[in-house]
């Protein structure tokens, strides 16, 4: 049985309660209970009537409660306070500090933007560095980032790769992996084939032996060292035919080629007599040779004002693009295969081919119509072969195939003299459109979206033009390269409605840090001649060393991984390529004086090992030769370890914004 609880009057409990309260009013602990109650309440609000005033004592001040004291006197009130201190005056404001950026104070975008200047002191370390060989340095680094807390590798000293790597281009060179296509006529085994993960370049490559600093510009359009070339197959071959020889320690270039032996110059003539629409440095300024040769062609444009992209696969006559490169001509291994070239719908204002071995007419001509993707509208394709003036029955049929396929692709034969044929690609889609619907090969698919390059298979198909007119009406040079194109509103942006700004701006950033450079470093005693941008955005820093009289050329690198700007760098008469950087380069080693990567590194991390890119860096760089890194602070430390291990020399420096930028410039040197 439960118990049951007693009963109590309800008298006797008020009358208990009451007694109670009053008993409990007396006692010391509610005493000092109270005081110090009121103490914190009055600490409070004298906190709170100071805070509302702008030039606030407590504004950053953090109330410690445990400085309370622990025992407080027993009495009813709080003793009372001493007087508080006057609040300290409000500190100075910070001197005015000029706008970076292109966005003004309304939030909309501006090219009136300042750039600082270097500081001139901080670039003595390396403007002046001795000449002492630091390739021996084996200091390892810590493997732990204190600034950032992540963990990373430790980078000790890389070694020399074998010496059968002296002229290595990984993706070119994979034996293994181009077996299956030795006896394929459509020419795969000259196509990428990169390595593994696990077959990476994880070695610096070697230099020949006797390797000297290269010839400069422009005297190396006409000789080159032997031993940084030392390759005689292609003398033995084309030597009877006006395009290299050897004399003592140098190899010599005449300037002829197979189809004009007796001089490229003689060659450009006859060319510009047969069509003067062809208008060279004005109406034709980026130019296309394919099967270069040593690339004399593209050699005496240069001096023509146009700027020719020399390509040549890696075959029997494999160091030819070498020898371009060496003589400071642009140039990159590249071939006519299965797969599209890493350039952009309507790239070039003429495309070259003298006995370049490619059979146009193959596959439905999946060949040609490569060539037409990439000739601008109303750009001329220029054929110098046998089958052009021979007689002979089988090349007479390979005559009639050419103009067959060309008229069915609505070129017109504008010329036919002697050895050469030039046609004329049309300026809008009218021709294609009023084709009979039977007629091959068919119109692409509009969707197709002939800008995208990366590893996509040839299309038989005709590319159309933009309704619109996008990219044929280009300006004539050099008005072109800072008038906005009217494709810059058809790539993807991140911005919609800005882009000439945009345009504008990235150009005057660039123009502006450039000539900082010159100052800071003295670029101009650099001897540049080969530049490689490898992540070039709109082409403003290319666009700013034609600007400052930098006597060079500029590869633009457009990464896979960011938005695809290479039309707006071709209409500029620019030149550049798309690629990855998760994988090697087309190029042979030792081919780069200066390769500059803005914001490369911050982003491709993500994807990427940063030691893979800095290796393939190595790789493309001249001895002698500079980087230029220009990124966030956050990958700074590790990739002055990378360059420590493989042998460069580098120093970190302010950006323009001061020390506290979050972006720092790391210029490493490779040694001789």
């Known amino acids: 049985m ?32 109270t005081a110090i109650a009121l103490l914190s309440v009055s600490l409070v609000f004298l906190a709170s009537h100071f805070s509302s005033s702008s030039s606030s004592p407590f504004s950053s001040f953090s109330f410690n409660y445990s400085s309370l004291p622990l025992q407080m006197s027993p009495q009813l009130s709080p003793p009372p306070l001493p007087p508080l201190p006057p609040p300290p005056p409000p500190p100075p404001r910070p001197p005015a500090v000029r706008r970076t950026g292109i966005i003004d104070e309304t939030g909309a975008m501006s090219d009136e933007f300042f750039i600082g200047e270097l500081d001139s002191n901080s670039t003595i370390a390396f403007t002046e560095f001795s000449d002492g060989n630091e390739e021996g340095r084996e200091e390892e680094v810590e493997k732990k980032n204190k600034s950032d807390g992540e963990v990373r590798v430790r980078f000790e000293k890389y070694k020399v790769c074998k010496e059968s790597k002296v002229d290595y281009i990984p993706c070119l060179d994979n034996e293994e992996a181009t077996k299956p296509f030795n ?26 032996e006797g390797y000297q600093r290269s010839i400069p510009w422009p005297q190396s359009r006409d000789e080159v060292w032997f031993s940084n070339v030392p390759h005689t197959r292609l003398v033995e071959d084309k030597g009877g035919q006006n395009w290299i020889s ?28 047969m069509v003067p629409e062809i208008s060279f440095g004005h109406h034709i300024h980026v130019a296309l040779d394919i099967g270069c040769g040593v690339a004399s062609f593209g050699a005496f444009l240069l001096q023509r004002n146009v700027t020719t992209l020399s390509i040549a696969p890696k075959d029997v006559h ?8 060496e003589r400071g001509v642009p140039a990159m291994v590249a071939v006519f295969a299965t ?18 071995r490619i059979n146009w007419t193959r596959d439905d001509g999946i060949l040609l119509l490569e060539a037409n993707r990439m000739l601008r509208a109303g750009g001329y394709f220029v054929w110098a072969a046998q089958p052009v003036y021979k007689h002979e029955e089988i090349l007479q049929e390979q005559w009639k195939e050419m103009e067959d396929l060309t008229s069915r692709i609505c070129w017109e034969l504008v010329k036919k003299e002697g050895y050469i044929a030039i046609w004329r690609k049309p300026l809008n889609n009218s021709c294609y459109l009023n084709r009979d619907t039977e007629v091959l090969p068919p119109l692409c698919d509009p969707k197709d979206n002939s800008d995208n390059v990366w590893y996509v298979d040839l299309r038989a198909c005709i590319t159309q033009l933009p309704v619109n007119g996008y990219g044929s009406n280009v300006s004539t040079w050099p008005a072109r390269l800072h008038y906005p194109p009217d494709r810059l509103q058809s790539i993807e942006m991140d911005a919609s409605i800005s882009r000439k700004e945009i345009f504008r701006a990235e150009s005057k950033y660039w123009n502006e840090i450039i000539d900082s450079y010159i100052h800071a470093f003295r670029w101009k005693d650099m001897k540049l001649r080969n530049v490689m941008d490898m992540r070039a955005g709109l082409g403003g820093f290319a666009a700013a060393l034609h600007d400052l009289q930098i006597e060079c050329w500029v590869m633009n690198v457009v990464p896979v991984s960011g938005f695809n700007t290479l039309p707006v760098i071709y209409d500029r008469g620019l030149i550049g390529v798309m690629h990855d950087w998760c994988e090697p380069f087309d190029t042979y080693p030792r081919t780069y004086d200066l390769l500059h990567a803005a914001g490369l590194f911050s982003v491709e991390k993500k994807r990427c090992n940063m030691s893979t890119i800095m290796l393939e860096m190595d790789r493309m760089l001249r001895p002698g030769g500079r980087v230029y890194i220009r990124d966030s602070v956050s990958v700074m430390g590790e990739l002055q370890e990378i360059a420590t291990a493989m042998g460069w020399v580098p120093a970190l420096h302010e950006t323009g914004e001061g020390p506290h930028a979050s972006w720092k410039i790391l210029i490493s040197e490779k040694r001789m």
């Open 2 to 33: 439960k118990p049951t609880a007693p009963v109590i009057s309800t008298s006797t409990t008020a009358t208990a309660s009451s007694t109670t309260i009053t008993d409990i009013l007396k006692t010391p602990k509610f005493v000092k209970f």
């Open 246 to 273: 050897i004399k003592k320690d140098k190899f010599i270039f005449p300037g002829g080629g197979t189809q004009f032996i007796h001089g490229a110059d003689q060659y450009l003539n006859q060319i510009s007599q």
């Open 339 to 356: 797969h599209r070239l890493l350039y952009p719908s309507q790239a070039f204002d003429l495309i070259h081919c003298s006995r370049c």
């Open 183 to 208: 006896e394929s006529e459509k020419r795969e085994k000259y196509e990428r084939h990169c390595p593994g993960k696990d077959k990476l370049l994880d070695c610096v490559v070697p230099r020949p």
């Open 318 to 325: 494999e160091n030819q693009i070498q020898f371009a490169l």
